[in-house]
């Protein structure tokens, strides 16, 4: 084969590569919607939820491409009159206050690959809890998670809207509705199990 050969054979494969990214990427879609959010100290909030939905392969399965969530999701909400927004990987399922009165986040740390990605070791319970740290204006967390959140319900939503439903609002009632088959299931994304363990995470060294 000539170099004018191999030179247009490149082109023709880099020129159709690009056409299937231009494709995914014309085919994404970010998907917003509010839910309402019982909190522990009795008072209700509103919080928006965006998740990107992409063209990508299945588990197990490239090939299989279809349009499937990215778990790369923001929170926004306000309380106490400040405004909170967590953008990140990890599967929020409940929004606390604390007794110092801010509020934290807590979500199964294995959930989406987050523990894995951010070296988060092995703890009982498995829960990863963040905590905003207004000198850095970011979302913090410790080592485990603090006792007062044990047995606390859920109420973040888990069962995320599709690419079809978009703007949707969604009640308490909505939410508990919609995770009744998951809840049922995973007992420890319903309510936080101060006995959960997860297999095959991190340990320290010499743990």
Not at 7 to 22: E, K, P, Y
Not at 59 to 85: H, K, S, W
Not at 87 to 110: C, E, T, Y
Request: contains cysteine; aromatic residues 14%; hydrophobic residues 40%.
């Amino acid at each position: 084969m000539s170099f004018a050969q191999r030179t247009a054979r490149f082109c023709t494969r880099a020129l159709a590569i690009g056409a299937l990214a231009l494709v995914l990427t014309a085919c994404s879609r970010t998907v917003t919607w509010e839910e309402e959010v019982p909190l522990n100290t009795g008072e209700t909030i509103w919080i928006e939820r965006t998740m990107p939905w992409a063209m990508r392969g299945g588990l197990g399965n490239p090939f299989d491409i279809a349009l499937r969530p990215t778990y790369e999701q923001t929170i926004r909400f306000t309380y106490a009159g400040r405004q909170y927004a967590y953008s990140g990987r990890a599967n929020i399922r409940w929004i606390a206050i604390a007794p110092n009165k801010q509020p934290v986040l807590v979500a199964k740390a294995a959930d989406f690959g987050w523990a894995a990605g951010n070296h988060y070791y092995c703890v009982v319970p498995y829960y990863v809890q963040f905590a905003f740290e207004n000198l850095t204006k970011s979302w913090k967390w410790p080592d485990r998670i603090d006792a007062w959140l044990y047995h606390l319900p859920a109420n973040v939503m888990v069962t995320i809207p599709g690419p079809t439903a978009n703007q949707g609002r969604y009640t308490a009632i909505d939410r508990d509705s919609r995770d009744a088959a998951y809840r049922s299931w995973t007992p420890e994304g319903g309510r936080i199990d101060p006995t959960y363990k997860e297999g095959g995470c991190i340990h320290k060294v010499g743990s």
